[in-house]
């Protein structure tokens, strides 16, 4: 399936900032897809070299191999919703710079 003009709607974007976060983790966020799957647990978490990125929950084996639960499987689905939570993160931290409490 070829997404590369697939407008994917991301909504009700939550993100949880977390205080004592470990491995980068900054934050814990939820979103819904096209109004139809809400896709919880997913770390916004910083790398190495600043940037930021996206976790999605995953079960680790006894053997220590790690399955994710969920996980967009296109390169435009990932994207959209990349985009959206940490738009939304830098909605918060906008807020909380500016010392409202109108972002949640």
């Known amino acids: 399936m070829n997404c590369k003009h697939l ?10 900032v977390v ?10 966020a939820s979103c819904v897809i096209s109004g139809a799957v809400k896709l919880d647990n997913i770390a916004i978490r910083r790398s190495r070299d600043g940037s930021l990125f996206l976790t999605y929950p995953a079960k680790r084996t006894i053997a220590g191999d790690s399955h994710q639960y969920f996980h967009p ?7 959209a919703v990349q985009d959206a939570v940490l738009t939304r993160l830098a909605s918060l931290a906008k807020a909380a710079a500016d010392g ?4 949640k």
């Open 7 to 16: 407008v994917i709607p991301i909504t009700d974007v939550k993100v949880r």
């Open 100 to 103: 409202s409490t109108q972002a």
């Open 19 to 28: 205080d004592d976060g470990t491995d980068g983790l900054l934050a814990w």
């Open 73 to 79: 499987i296109s390169v435009e689905a990932s994207q």
